[in-house]
């Protein structure tokens, strides 16, 4: 009974804190491009309420939704490894926010040849400028992560079977 919920308690520990670090990210996303929009001082006030109360949370659930595959991979091998370490978190993060920006680059188009479609998927390449967001955006998302979660990974497997 125990071993079960220290299943129950660890998978709600990762969710708690998987939600966590795409909000950080996606309010990390935020301080680093609002300053560089241009706006006055008292614009900057209203735009950054405004991004806290509904932009923060929609792009939370953007990165929540596209970052999952790549994360849920990250936290399954820090989970079976057991690997607790801060700097493997900041990597696996940073490792996670390129391959959801490789990954999700791709552009579809649909030809259409007389009465056939075709699907063609062209990738885009991404820009030094972006890479560097995504990734520190991305090192964020771990580090909180790593808060929350990381630092007990693994540690569910030495509950005994009592």
């Known amino acids: 009974m125990d071993r079960l919920f220290a299943y129950i308690a660890r998978f709600a520990i990762i969710t708690i804190a998987y939600a966590?670090?795409?909000?950080?990210?996606?309010?990390?996303?935020?301080?680093?491009?609002?300053?560089?929009?241009?706006?006055?001082?008292?614009?900057?006030?209203?735009?950054?309420?405004?991004?806290?109360?509904?932009?923060?949370?929609?792009?939370?659930?953007?990165?929540?939704?596209?970052?999952?595959?790549?994360?849920?991979?990250?936290?399954?091998l820090s989970e079976l490894a057991g690997w607790r370490g801060f700097l493997f978190h900041c990597f696996a993060g940073a490792a996670v926010s390129i391959a959801t920006a490789v990954l999700f680059r791709s552009s579809s188009t649909i030809v259409v040849e007389g009465y056939e479609a075709a699907q063609v998927s062209t990738v885009q390449p991404v820009d030094a400028q972006t890479a560097l967001v995504v990734l520190a955006s991305g090192l964020v998302g771990g580090i909180a992560y790593w808060m929350l979660a990381g630092r007990t990974a693994g540690l569910w497997r030495n509950i005994s079977a009592d």
């Open 20 to 76: 966590v670090a795409i909000i950080a990210a996606s309010l990390f996303l935020h301080i680093l491009v609002v300053p560089a929009m241009g706006f006055s001082t008292q614009e900057e006030q209203w735009l950054a309420l405004g991004g806290l109360v509904i932009s923060v949370p929609f792009l939370a659930l953007l990165i929540g939704y596209f970052a999952f595959v790549p994360a849920a991979l990250a936290i399954v």
